[in-house]
């Protein structure tokens, strides 16, 4: 079994049309922050039935998966990760993450960073209580690459959805005057997490702070807020 194979499967679910549709979505167009991702039109499901397929995939041809240029195959690449991280044990575990690591250039589209980002990067990070956690975020923060910022980001969802904020607090003040939106939109998502679970916590964020956030940032962040008290932060 090889990431041949992976690919052979995962194009007898390819489709055109949709395909463009997807480079429309993603924006592939030149400029655009998806600049040059090729799609071949494999809806998600799929994409998953595929990784399912293949789990017993070994490490070294996920990899390899994982450096295409076709978008889905780097998904599938990543849903085996995240499905072999998930049943892994620490040592699996660890070599998963060095991977995901080494090949974050690949890892290029919001949706790869959403999927993955938490639930390898987050999970290892938290569950090894890594004395590393906050410098290996702060480092990904401060990157000039747009993915690997939100890769910090997503990356504290796990800790959020443990009850651990200070990781997502430290990366969103660290985010708060990035230029990119899909950094915004990530940071805002992030602080509403943490108003889900501790309303206290997003607000005293806010308070400190929701005056020089962007504007997508902030109504991401506060888009669960009564009308009036959206209105009060956008008006102040």
């Not at 998904?75 to 995901?100: H, S, T």
């Not at 690459?145 to 009850?163: D, P, Q, S, V």
Request: aromatic share 12%; glycine share 6%; with cysteine.
């Amino acid at each position: 079994m090889t990431h041949k194979d992976a690919q052979v499967k995962l194009r007898k679910f390819a489709n055109k049309k949709q395909a463009k549709n997807l480079q429309r979505f993603f924006k592939t167009g030149k400029g655009e922050y998806g600049d040059g991702d090729v799609f071949i039109g494999v809806a998600v499901p799929n994409v998953r039935l595929v990784a399912k397929k293949f789990f017993n995939l070994p490490l070294v041809e996920v990899g390899k998966l994982l450096k295409s240029k076709i978008h889905e195959e780097r998904q599938c690449a990543l849903f085996l990760l995240k499905n072999k991280f998930k049943r892994g044990d620490e040592k699996l575990r660890g070599q998963i993450v060095k991977i995901y690591l080494k090949n974050t250039k690949f890892v290029n589209n919001w949706d790869l960073v959403d999927l993955s980002a938490p639930n390898i990067l987050g999970a290892f990070l938290f569950e090894n209580d890594h004395i590393e956690a906050q410098g290996l975020l702060n480092q990904l923060a401060r990157s000039k690459n747009l993915w690997e910022r939100r890769i910090a980001m997503l990356a504290t969802f796990y800790f959020i959805k443990n009850g651990k904020f200070e990781e997502s607090l430290m990366i969103a003040e660290m985010l708060l005057n990035d230029e990119h939106d899909l950094i915004h939109k990530a940071v805002g998502w992030m602080l509403r997490e943490i108003g889900k679970r501790d309303l206290s916590v997003e607000k005293n964020f806010l308070n400190k702070h929701f005056r020089k956030m962007p504007r997508v940032m902030l109504r991401y962040a506060i888009e669960k807020f009564p009308e009036s008290l959206q209105q009060k932060y956008f008006k102040n």
